[in-house]
């Protein structure tokens, strides 16, 4: 494989996804506005409580927002993986640019490495913001290791991907796919203590939470980001939904 030849297809895949405010506005800058929303939020409930009750509220405040930047990540990669990947794949598929790739030399996993490459790059990147906000803005406290914080990211986004690609194997037209990709992912969003702690839902919730794929992606984001190790079951739920994603996409994906 020619290098030169991945990368400017990697920046074709890239200069098409710049195309799409929506795609970029829910990927790389709702997180952050998120943070900061919620951040102020917490800010102004710190200091009101400090004022009579000592820093005990401070504390609340530092330790929720340093459990909020590692937990919307499940929001980054919901985003990327559940709401753009299927609606621009199906549109691919409807529009024949797959049809035309799939009969072009250029072997067909190479596209999708590219694209894969695409979303996992553009991930990172919301990330990447993500964090720099938390740290400059709230100065949130970190205690694991970036290597391992990495990781865990990647295994994450491979996995939202591959999951991603299944629901765009399974939908026929762009509007199926984007009404599948928006019921999968809303519920996540409230459910899986990416927006929101667990504690704060009803018990019965919990069950639900646990059999969510982006639930395992925030227990794995903030351990690591706290330097509690890796949650092995959580890594268990990921690397099956990778190998059972990507399994499944590879069999059911349909050029046309």
Known sequence: MNPRSYRKLVEAHAKRLAREPTTLFFTLAFPLLFLLLIGTVFDAGAGGAAG?????AADAYSYGIDQLVPALVGVVLGSIALTTIPVSTASDREQGVLRRFKASPMPAWRWVATEVTTYFVVALLGVLLLVVGGLVVYDVRFS???????????????????????????SPTPRVAS?????????MLFVSGAVMPLS???????????VLPMTHVVRV????????????????????????????????????
Not at 52 to 56: H, K, L, N, S
Not at 200 to 207: F, M, R, T, Y
Not at 229 to 247: I, R
């Open 221 to 256: 984001m903030q351990a690591l980001w706290s330097g509690r190790g890796w949650p092995v079951g959580s890594v268990a739920v990921l690397v099956c939904v990778l190998v059972a994603g990507g399994g499944l996409s590879a069999r059911l994906f349909r050029w046309e």
């Open 144 to 170: 694991g290791s970036w290597m391992a914080v990495f990781a865990g990211f990647s295994l994450s986004a491979l996995s939202f991907i591959a999951f991603g690609y299944l629901v765009a194997s399974l």
């Open 200 to 210: 704060a839902l009803p018990d019965w919730l919990h069950a639900v939470a646990e």
């Open 52 to 56: 009579g009750a000592g820093g005990g």
């Open 179 to 187: 009404v599948v990709g928006q019921v999968l992912y809303m519920p």
